[in-house]
């Protein structure tokens, strides 16, 4: 079948290999320097098989690298008192640069509390209203990873996003509302659109950058995409084959977009260089070498 792609791919998965690269050869030589290597504690309550994945993958993408990951693999049934102390005890701990709860966590635990019980100094996935704060008063310390990421993909195509018009789909914590904020800064002109929204189509058609992150398959259809827009899609969403696809209907949006990520290797790959990022930032502050 003839391809009527006219989108360039935007190569997270080339771009992250890139990045951890560099990365690497950084983090060897401030172990090197410092007597030590940045350190990563991962807490993962439950076992939710999805989580379990992304923890490993995290995990290994540290070894990787050389940073010192510390895995606390803890029950369904860990108190939120529990979860505090061992938050409390690794915030004091030298070796740990980074901490990082995987979301979601069971029911009976506010996960909002354990995010503000991290020191903000080594919230590497830039969840604490601290950092989210930072980023909102133009004064960006450590930055959610996701967002993040797609602000690097975005670099990525060389354009200057001064006056873009923006639509960011979906308004979670985690991605919609620091994504905005990023955007807002480099100088774009921003809207969010969430679940009470109306006419979504209305607001995709004439964004020059779409960033699809609902957690919704399919949910932005190729013909709503602006000629030459670019399209960043944040989604993941398992199909019976077996295969992973995005929010956006990749292949019909690839024949309007002039850029487009692809489910998998566009953001996902990313999301754990930023981490990994952010914990060689920690670590830098850490040991007084920003
Ligand atoms: N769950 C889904 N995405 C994320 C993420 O970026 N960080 C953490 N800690 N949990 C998540």
Redesign the pocket.
Known sequence: MRSLMSATILDGKALAARMRKTLADEVSELTEKHGRAPGLAVILVGSDPA?QV?VRNKKSACANMGIESFSHDLPADTTQQHLLGLISELNASPKVDGI?????VPNHINPDSLIEAIDPGKDV?G?HPYNVGRLAARKPALR???PYGCMKLLEETGMDLHGKECIIVGASN??GRPMALELLLAGSTVTISHKFTRNLCSHVERADIVVAAAGKQGLIKGEWIKPGATVIDVGIHRLEDGSLTGDVEFEAAAERAAWITPVPGGVGPM?ITM?LANTVDAFKTHVGDA
């Open positions: 989580s992304y990082l709860v995987q979301l979601p996935d969840f959610s990873c996701t985690i991605v999301t981490l």
